[in-house]
């Protein structure tokens, strides 16, 4: 079946499967009015979803990307997610950045097309979200920052890198 990959308004973004991303309805549809959203489709049916925000450096952050649990681990979530990553290097863009918990298959997800661990924000998840967030049985605390540079030259990777720590 072919994917068909497009931009949708954020009013026709699929709130349900962004919501398998980031359990908190209100943080999606807050961050949603400055976002742009995207969206993968097979035969009509929208099976995979994103939401982009510009940072105020010049780069993007995705703030969640989710797919059709149904079709999960096909290549539908590498797929967008490479789409994504064309589209703002095309477009001028820096970097892209994105946050996630700090172990389970998204870390792996996003390491695997690129990103690179630049931050660490302690306890996240504690002071961002009402409710506790579990991934395989074990509290998420912490949300690791990850960054895909565009520029080419400063990604090479150093012996040793600091990496900033936020409390």
């Not at 994917?3 to 980031?22: F, S």
């Not at 949603?32 to 925000?53: D, H, I, Y």
């Not at 690129?114 to 979200?129: K, L, M, P, Q, S």
């Amino acid at each position: 079946m072919p994917l068909l990959i497009r931009e949708v308004p954020t009013e026709d973004a699929p709130l349900d499967l962004l919501l398998l991303a980031d359990p908190s309805e209100a943080k999606v549809r807050s961050y949603l009015a400055q976002s742009r959203c995207f969206a993968a489709s097979e035969n009509g049916t929208v099976v995979g979803a994103c939401a982009v925000q510009p940072l105020d450096s010049g780069g993007q952050e995705l703030m969640c990307i989710a797919v059709h649990p149904d079709r999960q681990k096909t290549g539908i979530g590498t797929a967008l997610l490479k789409w994504v990553v064309d589209f703002y290097r095309k477009s001028g863009a820096g970097r892209l950045e994105v946050g996630t918990g700090t172990f389970g298959y998204q870390l792996a997800f996003y390491q695997r097309q690129g990103f690179r661990v630049t931050a660490i924000d302690r306890d996240f998840f504690i002071h961002n979200y009402p409710e506790p967030i579990f991934e395989d049985g074990i509290q998420l605390f912490d949300m690791l920052r990850l960054s895909l540079d565009f520029g080419g030259e400063s990604h090479k990777p150093s012996r040793a890198q600091k990496i900033p720590f936020r409390s």
